[in-house]
């Protein structure tokens, strides 16, 4: 059995990590994924890769490869059985099945990712992976999480310590002086047409 860091890891990768497929899966969510990505292209230029941390069953790299069909796409995800469905969406070399904290950048790639993850890692473990991400990039990174500017500890669905909000975004760009803010914007989660979950986004990009 896997061992891993922290209580997060266990939770992600277990059970609850299996339902989460289930509520995020559908035609909707493409659309909506569509939409969102299509804003923040309008401020990149062509990419050719991408990495995703906490790619699950590979909903937002759908949407990136409708937008820019010629991507080369690698994701990491910690729960099996999204890694199974990954596998078969962008092909089983460019799947890191693990932990975030157990992955070792040896690539960049044009834009280095994370939707909705953050959130629901020990906080403490944040430069961790603020340190991956950067490392991960060769231009640009994009983070896209519930955003409050001080950092703070709310329940999820029932459970205690797996959801944090904080200004991710911010804590990255004081930690990486080369790092500048190219745009920023939110999506909310009653848009009539493209719904998020209240998603706060960054686009930041190296100097």
């Known amino acids: 059995m896997t061992k891993f860091q922290t209580s997060q890891e ?11 497929i289930e509520r995020n899966q559908s035609d909707q969510l493409l659309a909506s994924n569509l939409c969102f990505f299509s804003k923040i ?18 909903m937002n790299l759908r949407a ?8 080369q796409q690698y994701g990491i995800e910690i729960n099996s059985v999204a890694t199974g469905i990954l596998r ?27 939707k909705g993850v953050l959130i629901h890692i020990n906080p403490e473990m944040l430069p961790s992976v603020y340190q991956k991400i950067y490392d991960s990039s060769n231009r640009y990174i ?34 990486f002086d080369n790092l500048e803010l190219r745009d920023y914007g939110f999506a909310y989660k009653k848009d009539p047409l493209f719904p998020q979950d209240d998603i706060t986004w960054f686009l930041m990009e190296k100097r």
């Open 88 to 114: 078969k969406l962008i092909g089983s070399e460019n799947v890191f099945e693990g932990s975030i904290f157990d992955y070792s950048p040896k690539e960049k790639y044009d834009l280095a990712f994370i």
């Open 10 to 20: 266990e939770f992600w990768a277990g059970e609850f990590g299996k339902d989460y």
């Open 41 to 58: 292209l309008e401020n990149t230029a062509a990419l050719a890769s991408c990495i995703e941390f906490g790619a699950n069953i590979g």
């Open 142 to 175: 994009l983070i896209a999480e519930y955003y409050n500017p001080s950092p703070v500890s709310i329940p999820y669905r029932g459970h205690e310590d797996r959801l944090f909000k904080r200004d991710f975004a911010g804590e990255m760009l004081s930690k």
């Open 64 to 71: 990136l490869k409708l937008l820019q069909p010629s991507i």
